[in-house]
């Protein structure tokens, strides 16, 4: 059994720890270098990303240590690791800074979602990990986002853990679809870890167990009072299913036992017909407030979708692609070397691509947030250096960070900084809130930005700029490597 239980200081890349050993050999470990965590673009052709996974990024620095067991699997397979770098990991024990982005906060691409500042060797040790939590649980919540946003106000419940890539991804993406506006989950472990309480019907199988689908409903009813939601499409939906779940709603009524949650799912068949029509034999009966539940293979378009066409619809189960991210399964965040300081030098470092989306930003930054005092929404936002201070009495001009003659001025605002500081000298000075105050967060996110910005099909692209401070350090940096390349 042991063999299957994680190890998370082994859940990396091979080459972070083959690099690793150079920078020891090569008496480097110790300069510190500054790393930043961040997207290049955002998922699902939208508008917006949600960060989500620092909750595991402290619970892994918190615990990261190296066991003799690990050490004794990397000498013996690896013999090119020096004993001095073996005894490094030994005694390995974080002491650099981390800031990042608050959970719940919408970001965009090329901004710094996390950023590490620490011995080179400390600081590359983390990359593999840091973004296999980020980019999974980002791109969740971003997906959450996006099909509670088309639900408009309706509950959105996650369903999906049956179908995830594994428990594991069940289980933090049952933590990112709430964070990005799920009101629960079906996942049980998730209310163990999370405190957030689980939530589900029955299924069909229970239903055909039993000798008449009246019979499992009112069974059901028996055991579970004031939580009474009847599967009602495993025969017919309108020929069966509703009028045994109205019989046995009946029964609870004339006992004085109708409480609680009770209502109905549907899960396949045409979902605005059938909910229109449930819904009139719902009311007909005198059931006003019984709730009608929808699954099956549900995402942001289908919802929307069924709204438009009045589907009378109150809580929504997503399952499939929600929790696998359906239609853009990975985020594609990287981890890049922005800055190296030794020998009193502090050395801006840049990546240098064919595509401009590819050179990344040097330099130890910060992102700073522009509200319009007018509006209160979020008009921009601006990468710059860490020790740069916008004069917001001041008109802003900004610029599109790839097409500079887009431009535009910004006056009458106000300013926020994204990155929070997470670790100081190694030590958590930062308190992780709860689940449902990260996602009452992410609710008053959403109120900062416009709908276009928001909204999945063909959204606004929010102005992100780059200081001027930023943008001459990129050109000295793009002139220097011109100048090489021309002397070679």
């Known amino acids: ?23 020891y050999e090569t008496g480097m470990a110790d300069n510190i270098a500054v790393f930043d ?58 002491s650099g800074e981390i800031y990042a982005m608050r959970e719940g906060t919408i970001v965009f691409p090329q901004q710094p979602l996390v950023r590490v500042t620490a011995p080179l060797i400390q600081a590359q040790l983390l990359e593999t990990t840091l973004l296999a939590f980020v980019n999974h649980e980002a791109l969740i919540a971003t997906k959450a986002s996006r099909v509670c946003y088309a639900a408009r106000g309706d509950a959105v419940i996650d369903f999906g853990l049956r179908r995830a890539h594994g428990t594991e991804a069940g289980l933090f993406g049952a933590r990112s679809a709430i964070l990005g506006g799920c009101i629960g989950t079906s996942n049980v472990e998730a209310e163990y870890r999370f405190g957030v309480v689980s939530k589900g019907t029955m299924s069909h199988a229970y239903v055909m167990s039993f000798d008449s689908e009246q019979e499992a409903f009112r069974r059901y009813a028996d055991i579970n009072p004031g939580n009474v ?45 059938l909910s229109k029509e449930s819904r009139k034999m719902l009311d007909d009966a005198g059931f006003f407030d019984a709730k009608i539940t929808a699954s099956s293979d549900l995402d942001e378009y289908l919802i929307y979708d069924l709204k438009s066409q009045g589907a009378k619809i109150d809580f929504w189960g997503v399952g499939t692609k929600m929790i696998t991210a359906y239609d853009n399964p990975s985020l594609g965040g990287v981890y890049k070397l922005s800055e190296i300081r030794k020998d009193g030098r502090i050395l801006p470092k840049m990546k240098l691509s064919n595509d401009p989306f590819k050179v990344t930003n040097p330099c130890c930054k910060k992102v700073v947030r522009c509200i319009d005092d007018a509006t209160g929404k979020a008009t921009a936002d601006l990468i710059m250096i860490d020790d740069e201070v916008i004069d917001t009495s001041q008109p802003l001009k900004i610029y599109h960070p790839y097409y500079s003659y887009k431009q535009r001025t910004i006056k009458g605002f106000s300013t926020m900084d994204l990155l929070q500081c997470i670790y100081k000298d190694g030590e958590l000075v930062y308190e992780l809130e709860p689940l449902q105050e990260a996602r009452a967060y992410h609710e008053s996110q959403k109120s900062l930005f416009w709908d276009t910005v928001l909204r999945f099909v ?10 001027d401070k930023l943008y001459d350090i990129k050109k000295e940096l793009f002139a220097k490597a011109r100048d090489e390349d021309s002397d070679n």
Not at 3 to 14: E, I, V, Y
Not at 238 to 259: D, H, M, Q, T, Y
């Open 458 to 467: 063909n959204p606004e692209e929010y102005h992100v700029d780059y200081s």
């Open 229 to 273: 939601t009847c599967l009602v499409d495993t025969y017919n939906t309108l020929r069966s299913g509703v009028p045994n779940a109205i019989v046995v709603f009946e029964e609870l009524r004339e006992k004085g036992e109708l409480f609680g949650n009770y209502g109905i799912r549907l899960d396949s068949g045409d979902l605005a017909y």
């Open 37 to 94: 965590l961040f997207i290049r673009k955002n998922p699902f052709n939208g508008g917006y990303t949600v960060f989500s996974g620092l909750e595991r990024i402290v619970e892994f620095i918190e615990s990261l240590s190296f066991e003799e067991e690990d050490l004794a699997m990397l000498k013996e397979n690896h013999p090119e690791f020096s004993e001095g770098f073996l005894d490094y990991l030994r005694n390995f024990k974080f």
């Open 1 to 23: 059994m042991g063999r299957f239980l994680r190890k998370l200081q082994l859940a990396t890349d091979f080459y972070q720890f083959s690099v690793c050993n150079v920078y």
